[in-house]
């Protein structure tokens, strides 16, 4: 249940959803199995059991987004194409053309693809439509964008954005590092990346280092800035935060894991504790995280 990676987005001020409409929207386009010829389906499936494609608790949803894959290894597919133009070349005397070996390919995923297993992979996102926060468990920029463009088309063209704010996040944790402390609720933790602008990008990483001493000082004057830098909120949350504005390894802390624990009296209310719990630190953290880069950008909408 846990989000372990945070990919941060903006809603605008007019979405206009509500859990129904959503609901309703996503329910026409559920994730379905692979069609015999297709190497790939996608579409929405239930957050949790089969209770509905929106998870709604306390105005926080929770949504997933589904894509079956067909296993279909190109080593496969190349290792009986090979086969089969060696015997061609036999029968007929010499080597097989261009044209009948990609004709051969062609016949060979044709008959292959309806055999082969499928995997599914399932991406979900918290959705805070009165703080208007969308934010998507992963740090693959990629796996997002394909959740989104789903989304977008789903709603009837929603705008969504990435949180943007006015401090680049490599700016800030550079002046943190040099400062020696982050700005309140954070504090920096021991682990940091540094990358030179230069053209050999010379990379410093320090994992379970202190940060306090002066070869991080040292390498910032000779022109190297953080690029990833481990963070604690409260003493209840750590992460490291990205020069991209992406924030991976989430840990929530045993305090504050332990404070849904023994609260609910089966699987169905410890998952919604667990959510209540974990939308509702990472929304004031994000907030707070936003507001240590300076805020948020102004926006038109």
């Known amino acids: 249940m846990w989000f372990k990676n945070l990919l941060i987005y903006r809603l605008d001020s007019k979405h206009g959803l509500t859990a129904d409409v959503l609901e309703e929207k996503l329910s026409r386009d559920a994730l379905q199995p692979c069609g015999s010829f297709q ?16 998870h709604a608790l306390e105005r926080q949803w929770l949504i997933a987004f589904g894509v079956n894959q067909r296993l279909l290894p190109a080593s496969v597919i190349n290792q009986e194409t090979k086969e089969r133009a060696g015997a061609l070349a036999e029968k007929q005397g010499h080597p097989a053309g ?7 390919k062609e016949r ?7 055999k082969a297993l499928t995997r599914r992979r399932v991406l979900r996102a918290w959705i805070d439509p009165v703080n208007r926060w969308l934010v998507v468990d992963t740090a693959a920029e990629k796996k997002a964008e394909e959740l989104l463009d789903t989304l977008r088309k789903a709603a009837g063209g929603i705008t969504i954005k990435r949180l943007d704010t006015a401090q680049s996040p490599a700016v800030a944790m550079t ?31 320090y994992v379970n280092h202190p940060l306090d001493g002066r070869e991080i000082r040292d390498h910032i004057s000779s022109g190297k800035a953080a690029t990833r830098l481990g963070i604690t909120w409260k003493e209840r949350v ?3 935060l990205t020069e991209l504005l992406q924030v991976k390894r989430v840990a929530f802390l ?48």
Do not use: C, H
């Open 39 to 54: 190497m790939e389906s996608r579409g929405w499936v239930p957050p949790r059991g089969n209770e509905g494609y929106v």
């Open 98 to 104: 261009r044209k009948q070996i990609r004709e051969i």
């Open 108 to 114: 060979v995923i044709a008959e292959l693809m309806p």
């Open 175 to 205: 002046q943190w590092l040099s400062g020696g402390k982050a700005p309140a609720p954070f504090g920096i933790d021991q682990d940091l990346e540094l990358r030179a602008a230069s053209e050999g990008r010379a990379t410093v990483r």
């Open 238 to 240: 750590s992460f490291a």
């Open 254 to 301: 045993e305090i504050l894991k332990e404070d849904a624990q023994g609260k609910a009296g089966d699987a169905d209310e410890q998952f919604d504790a667990d959510f209540a719990l974990m939308t509702g630190e990472l929304s004031r953290m994000i907030a707070d995280l936003a507001k240590a880069l300076g805020g948020e950008k102004a926006r038109d909408d």
